[in-house]
């Protein structure tokens, strides 16, 4: 459902790449667009026309966020398993009216937080299970971009903003990583002159021990940092992001060896070999297309899915503490 930036570079390739699921159709306004991408794919106007069919198992939801909620309360009204492209839904309330309706409905339900399969979150989650960096103590996650210039698209209309777009990301790799926190404190931002939404923000999450800060900006020039985690051990620093959102934006097919490759390797400082300086660490391949691989096989033979609902709740949940934080400018337990 939605044949946008998300519909067209992710779930499209993503799922055509995924033995065992067929993309049956798209919903587009726009069928030229779709049939340039996807010439044999059918194209419905509307969502009613694609609910109506039979052969179709499942929806995915890759619309503008305002819709997430009403079009998957839709798909599940017609028996239809349903995947949303995050944000999960606006609001923590709408979120939980959906989850209740899949339970009742007895329907697969899941959020698309693929960055769960990023290269470098994979290599610091082994890189913590390894032990070389003892408790993590500090924690920081940057997601910055350079993008200066204003863009007529709905991401930067009120309402919208890169907190909704990338906070989601941010959030559900801290939590993996950490578990829930104690308190949220939030500061939201627009930088840009003229902007209608938020293009900044930085996020403290703050544990009994552990302070994790997520970090997002479009008008960060240097913008190579994505990662800086220290520990009683040791510290691990990534520099660059992992490639496969840019190489599906090339057009390049998840199923090839080099899809997920990133040549960019992080580096480690150790307690004992701190002066020495740090040693690269190879990053663990990326593979988005674990998620749907879990997908299929969450609808064949049961189970959570790829991301339970309710891990996808406690994002909304720290999102929206987030959203208080930043309105009252105070902390705000979890």
Same mark, same amino acid.
């Given at each position: ?6 519909? @067209? ?32 794919? @059918? ?71 693929? @960055? ?13 299970? %390894? ?92 913008? %190579? ?13 990534? @520099? ?42 190879? %990053? ?48 705000? %337990?979890?």
């Amino acid at each position: 459902m939605g044949y946008g930036y998300a519909g @067209r570079t992710f779930h499209a390739p993503l799922i055509a790449a995924t033995p065992g699921i067929e993309l049956a159709a798209v919903v587009s306004t726009r069928p030229a667009k779709v049939h340039t991408d996807l010439p044999a794919a @059918r194209v419905f106007e509307g969502l009613d026309q694609a609910l109506a069919d039979p052969d179709i198992d499942l929806v995915v939801i890759a619309t503008p966020d305002p819709l997430h909620a009403p079009q998957a309360h839709a798909a599940l009204d017609a028996n239809k398993h349903v995947v949303i492209d995050k944000p999960f839904a606006l609001t923590l309330e709408d979120a939980r009216s959906v989850a209740e309706h899949s339970r009742q409905a007895n329907r697969l339900l899941s959020v698309f937080h693929n @960055r769960r399969w990023d290269s470098d979150f994979l290599t610091l989650r082994s890189l913590i299970a %390894s032990g070389r960096l003892g408790e993590i103590m500090q924690f920081e996650s940057h997601f910055d971009r350079f993008r200066p210039e204003l863009r007529d698209r709905w991401r930067e209309r009120p309402g919208a903003g890169i907190f909704n777009d990338l906070g989601p990301h941010l959030i559900d790799q801290a939590l993996l990583l950490f578990g829930m926190p104690a308190a949220v404190y939030a500061d939201l931002g627009i930088q840009k002159y003229g902007g209608l939404a938020d293009d900044y923000f930085h996020i403290l999450l703050r544990y009994p021990r552990l302070r994790v800060v997520l970090h997002a900006s479009q008008l960060t020039l240097d913008n %190579s940092l994505r990662m800086a985690v220290h520990g009683t051990s040791g510290s691990f620093i990534k @520099r660059g992001m992992d490639p496969q959102e840019q190489q599906l934006k090339a057009g390049g097919n998840p199923s090839y060896p080099e899809f997920g490759v990133d040549r960019e390797p992080g580096t480690l400082f150790e307690v004992a070999e701190c002066e020495q300086g740090g040693m690269p660490v190879a %990053s663990i391949p990326g593979d988005y297309r674990q998620f749907y691989a879990a997908i299929r096989d969450a609808i064949a033979m049961g189970g959570p899915g790829p991301v339970p609902v309710e891990e996808a709740l406690n994002v909304m949940q720290v999102m929206a503490a987030a959203k208080q934080s930043h309105r009252g400018r105070h902390e705000v %337990s979890i």
